[in-house]
């Protein structure tokens, strides 16, 4: 079935009412699975398993919100991935909880990766081509004629070049590879071979978009603790996938001083030579913690 397109709702009800709809008229598919709800429209950005569970109690949903850095699920989901109140935290993600620790049906970064990676059916190419071609159809209805896909796979990069080797793909496509955050360096051969590939016509595979930790709105950002920092909560210190020193013995140290994330170059040369010096950020400046205001009269 066609993909269905969430109307940028005021209030959860209208989630729950897409979510319903597509439940019902789909009692075949064992998942429901897809995304693109909005934080704002819940407390605290975190929806609760029990809303999914009173549309849909006998089938495991997973839903990533619009930024995909969480997974709204329900009940038959946790059981699926066996996750309880003593199910720890892993190293790159967070389960969210209730007062009493029972997880409330939000995953967090890894947390949801890894799940998706491990519990869902795999998606086929013909399902990424549909996919494609909704969001196509949509974005060209806003008169949008390209766009950069941040987050490809081999397998959608397949899609891709499949739809525009049909002529199906219409818009320009500026690909960025997905650094898998369970590999190593053993990954850049792979994206010199994928940027070989799949590029051509009106697609451009020239970065590789590089994750270390999460988003600032749900705390995972990785941050550093000051020296004079003597108690902080632990959920503050966010949701680093790499620390700088496993990257130190392997890589350029100016990777380092990136934050957030930030994309590599392919050059192209041989798979050993294809990191290519990337500016570190610009120190910030420091604002005066007051303003003032002058004017100039003629």
Same mark, same amino acid.
């Given at each position: 079935?066609? #993909?269905?397109?969430?109307?940028?709702?005021?209030?959860?009800?209208?989630?729950?009412?897409?979510?319903?709809?597509?439940?019902?008229?789909?009692?075949?598919?064992?998942?429901?699975?897809?995304? &693109?709800?909005?934080?704002?429209?819940?407390?605290?950005?975190? #929806?609760?398993?029990?809303?999914?569970?009173?549309?849909? #109690? $006998?089938?495991?949903?997973?839903?990533?919100?619009? $930024?995909?850095?969480?997974?709204?699920?329900?009940?038959?989901?946790?059981?699926?991935?066996?996750?309880?109140?003593?199910?720890?935290?892993?190293?790159?993600?967070?389960?969210?909880?209730?007062? $009493?620790?029972?997880?409330?049906?939000?995953?967090?970064?890894?947390?949801?990766?890894?799940?998706? $990676?491990?519990?869902?059916?795999?998606?086929?190419?013909?399902?990424?081509?549909?996919?494609?071609?909704?969001?196509?159809?949509?974005?060209?209805? @806003?008169?949008? /004629?390209?766009?950069?896909?941040?987050?490809? *796979?081999?397998?959608?990069?397949?899609?891709?070049? !499949? @739809?525009?080797?049909?002529?199906?793909?219409?818009?320009? +496509?500026?690909?960025?590879?997905?650094?898998?955050?369970?590999?190593?360096?053993?990954?850049?051969?792979?994206?010199?071979?994928?940027? !070989?590939? &799949?590029?051509?016509?009106?697609?451009?595979?020239? *970065?590789?978009?590089?994750? *270390?930790?999460? +988003?600032?709105?749900?705390?995972?950002?990785?941050?550093?603790?000051?020296?004079?920092?003597?108690?902080?909560?632990?959920?503050?210190?966010?949701?680093?996938?790499?620390?700088?020193?496993?990257?130190?013995?392997? !890589?350029?140290?100016?990777?380092?001083?990136?934050?957030?994330?930030?994309?590599?170059?392919?050059?192209?040369?041989?798979?050993? /030579? +294809?990191? /290519?010096?990337?500016?570190?950020?610009? #120190?910030?400046?420091?604002?005066?913690?007051?303003?003032?205001?002058?004017? /100039?009269?003629?």
């Amino acid at each position: 079935p066609a #993909p269905r397109t969430f109307e940028r709702p005021g209030r959860k009800e209208a989630y729950l009412a897409a979510i319903s709809t597509y439940a019902r008229e789909n009692p075949d598919e064992e998942w429901i699975a897809g995304g &693109g709800w909005a934080m704002e429209y819940f407390p605290g950005g975190s #929806p609760s398993k029990e809303d999914l569970d009173r549309i849909v #109690p $006998d089938r495991p949903v997973f839903l990533f919100n619009r $930024d995909v850095h969480g997974a709204w699920v329900n009940s038959a989901a946790l059981r699926i991935g066996g996750i309880t109140a003593h199910t720890p935290d892993p190293a790159d993600g967070r389960i969210e909880r209730t007062a $009493d620790g029972e997880p409330s049906g939000m995953l967090q970064e890894g947390a949801a990766y890894t799940y998706r $990676d491990r519990f869902l059916p795999v998606l086929t190419r013909q399902d990424w081509e549909a996919a494609i071609l909704h969001a196509q159809e949509y974005l060209h209805s @806003l008169g949008i /004629t390209g766009w950069q896909d941040a987050w490809v *796979t081999p397998d959608t990069l397949a899609a891709y070049r !499949s @739809l525009a080797d049909d002529g199906r793909l219409t818009a320009r +496509v500026a690909a960025a590879l997905w650094w898998e955050r369970h590999q190593g360096l053993e990954q850049i051969r792979s994206f010199t071979e994928q940027a !070989s590939w &799949g590029s051509g016509g009106n697609i451009s595979v020239r *970065t590789v978009k590089i994750m *270390t930790d999460g +988003v600032l709105e749900k705390t995972t950002p990785a941050r550093c603790l000051s020296p004079t920092t003597t108690v902080v909560a632990a959920t503050t210190l966010g949701c680093p996938i790499w620390t700088p020193t496993s990257w130190r013995p392997r !890589s350029p140290s100016w990777i380092e001083s990136v934050s957030a994330y930030t994309c590599m170059r392919l050059a192209t040369g041989p798979a050993e /030579t +294809v990191w /290519t010096r990337w500016r570190p950020p610009r #120190p910030r400046t420091a604002f005066p913690t007051t303003a003032t205001t002058s004017r /100039t009269s003629s």
